[in-house]
């Protein structure tokens, strides 16, 4: 059985769910404070196959989501 690399079927999976996302109708997440990361950063989870959902966190600056961080379900908090 052949499985993508993980890096790469997360960037799919995260690109896919930001593609369906009305940012002008809602902004996905919730707001989260990380020391030493930008103030609006938001937090959403985005699920990757049968896994927990992993922990994206991203501010959207103009106009555009630049992902800063992701964390796996079961990796310790920062």
């Not at 009305?22 to 902004?27: E, K, L, T, V």
């Not at 990380?34 to 937090?43: F, H």
């Given at each position: 059985m052949e499985?993508?690399?993980i890096a790469g079927y997360l960037k799919n999976t995260i690109d896919v769910f930001f593609e369906h996302q009305?940012?002008?109708?809602?902004?996905p997440g919730r707001h989260v404070l990380?020391?030493?990361?930008?103030?609006?950063?938001?937090?959403v989870l985005v699920s990757a196959?049968?896994?927990?959902?992993?922990?994206v966190f991203y501010p959207i600056t103009g106009g555009s989501v630049e992902i800063f961080l992701?964390?796996?379900p079961h990796q310790k908090p920062i």
């Open positions: 499985l993508q690399p009305d940012f002008s109708i809602y902004i990380i020391k030493n990361l930008p103030d609006d950063l938001r937090m196959g049968k896994s927990d959902p992993y922990k992701i964390r796996h």
